[in-house]
């Protein structure tokens, strides 16, 4: 049977075509579409747990009360310890010390006078250990525009843009002012050894990474950082299990009442992330059900005036014995065979047009310049195992919603009436 509507399907190329093309851009939209919003927003989550948020993050209860003001005074202390029992009780997660700190550049002339200064957003990560994957991890070396890596203490990068701007070039003396974590003030000289373009405008302005090392000493802070952040070893977020690792964490402190005591906090627990994860996976299922909708709609009318037109021939099999119930069931599995065809074929066009956008995506630069969110200044889309089928949830659905609709009038048919169309 199957075999004899196939047949039937590709023969009468004027009642499959306008369905098959139908299902088929219907099903190519869905699919570019998906692939986009999972490309979309799986690299802006992925950026911040990158650069600020981590898949976990711990910090003291206050400093994480108050981390947007980047309070150091409230840090972490005697991290090695507690990294070496994080180890210990979780050894699927990485753990690296990050520190966070704010204070002013100076950049001073040939004699010695400020030639220019600026807001510093800076960020100390291990950059001289070798077994440390934070520079692959922040894509530093891939993001410097001039100059190389920090070799020794002392060495800084900073951001291309602010170093343009003050006309900085490689192996000038710069100046940090700012604040230790006592709440004195501390000043340290740093040798530019490169600038660097992250493609965020909120870091590219006044950018300065070092090693921490030397924020460490810098900051007044041996053996302490702001911010432990936790990476899974398989490079992979997992929601659920980073929420039930937190909570894990989080139950030894919670009668702890002590504002230095640590916190851990999930992804989705920062930056509103949580709330994005959600809106990601809220508005994949609204695009399917839209084109599902919608394509009922187009394949319904379609399903009318193919029923028209097929109008004599519903009442011939009708006369020559043939069950309403048979022929619909007929016609239903008929729209299943076109809403296949159309979805492989739909398929295959939505997956070469997401392949396209996850290698060269849209580039938004020109729209971030005055924008202070972190985020990628090129979205791309990502092709996923679930694409190659979720195109025929519409497909199928749309194709068999539109025939079920439009082939209710076959039990419509009176077979009196049958006879006397038949004799004109």
């Given amino acids: 049977m199957i075999q004899f509507l196939l047949k039937g399907i590709l023969r009468d190329k004027s009642r499959s075509i306008l369905p098959i093309i139908v299902v088929s851009i219907g099903v190519a939209l869905t699919v570019v579409l998906s692939a986009y919003m999972k490309g979309a927003f799986g690299d802006l989550i992925d950026q911040n747990a990158r650069f600020e948020t981590g898949h976990v993050k711990i910090m003291t209860k206050a400093y994480a009360e108050n981390k947007a003001q980047l309070p150091n005074d409230l840090a972490l202390l005697e991290v090695d310890k507690l990294i070496e029992s994080l180890d210990k009780d979780f050894p699927e997660m990485e753990w690296v010390n990050r520190i966070r700190f704010g204070g002013l550049i100076d950049v001073p002339d040939a004699q010695g006078e400020s030639k220019g200064q600026g807001p510093a957003a800076g960020i100390a990560i291990n950059l001289f250990d070798e077994k440390s994957s934070e520079a692959k991890r922040m894509n530093i070396e891939s993001s410097i525009v001039k100059g190389g890596m920090p070799q020794k203490n002392g060495e800084a990068i900073i951001g291309n843009d602010f170093a343009e701007k003050l006309n900085l070039k490689i192996g000038d003396e710069i100046t940090y002012f700012g604040t230790t974590m006592n709440g004195s003030m501390t000043f ?33 802070m041996e053996n302490g950082t702001g911010e432990l952040l936790g990476f899974s070893k398989l490079n992979i977020y997992d929601d659920e299990k980073v929420k039930q690792l937190a909570d894990k964490f989080n139950q030894k402190y919670v009668d702890d009442l002590d504002e230095f005591a640590p916190i851990m906090l999930p992804l ?15 508005m994949s299922s609204i695009f399917v059900f839209i084109f599902v909708f919608a394509m009922s709609i187009v394949l319904w009318n379609t399903g009318l005036l193919g029923g028209l037109r097929r109008y004599q021939e519903f009442g011939i099999r009708l006369a020559l014995g043939e069950e309403k119930g048979m022929i619909y069931r007929r016609l239903i599995l008929e729209a299943i065979l076109i809403g296949v065809i159309g979805s492989i074929v739909g398929t295959l066009i939505g997956l070469g047009g997401a392949y396209y956008l996850q290698i060269v995506g849209i580039d938004i630069s020109d729209y971030m310049d005055n924008s202070t969110m972190l985020m990628p200044s090129v979205l791309r889309a990502k092709v996923t195992p679930e694409l190659f089928f979720i195109g025929f949830i519409p497909g199928l659905l749309a194709m068999v919603f539109g025939n079920m609709l439009s082939g209710l009038g076959i039990y419509k048919r009176e077979t009196a009436r049958l006879f006397k169309e038949l004799e004109v």
């Fill in 188 to 220: 340290q000289n740093f040798i530019v050894s490169g600038t660097i373009r992250f493609g965020a405008a909120a870091m590219d302005r006044g950018a300065i990474v070092v090693d921490i090392s030397d924020a460490q000493k810098m900051l007044d």
């Fill in 268 to 282: 989705r627990a920062q930056n509103n992330l949580g709330e994005m994860i959600d809106y990601s996976s809220y």
